[in-house]
Nanobody, 117 residues
Framework: VQLQASGGGWVQAGGSLRLSCVVS????????MAWYRQAPGKRRELVAA???????NYEDSVKGRFAISRDNAKNTVYLQMNNLKPEDTAVYYC????????????WGQGTLVTVSS
């Protein structure tokens, strides 16, 4: 699996960014996908997930601010991030959705999001 995340950058608090991730995998539409993030000195955590049905779920701190979506025709998953906060600063990665993050081995390079106060 190849995971190519993009769209990160520097933004002031309250701003918005849209992340994209192209996933090179067969039968992409059958997989639940997710965005994860890892802040400096912290463990990687789940941010948002989208099932192949389109059902979504979010980590509590991003509910109402972030929206995950997917385009199966393009093998791409998106993360729209609004009202960004300094605590959202992290490297963001996309990957399959799993219950145990430690089971994932291939992460791609991620994309850095920096939010200044």
């Amino acid at each position: 699996v190849q995971l190519q995340a993009s769209g990160g950058g520097w933004v002031q608090a309250g701003g918005s960014l849209r992340l994209s991730c192209v996933v090179s995998i067969n039968y992409f539409s059958t997989y639940a996908m997710a965005w994860y993030r890892q802040a400096p000195g912290k463990r990687r955590e789940l941010v948002a997930a989208i099932r192949n049905s389109g059902l979504t779920n979010y980590e509590d701190s991003v509910k109402g601010r972030f929206a995950i979506s997917r385009d199966n025709a393009k093998n791409t998953v998106y993360l729209q991030m609004n009202n960004l906060k300094p605590e959202d600063t992290a490297v963001y990665y996309c990957n399959k959705f799993v219950l145990h993050i430690s089971s994932l081995r291939n992460w791609g390079q991620g994309t850095l999001v920096t939010v200044s106060s």
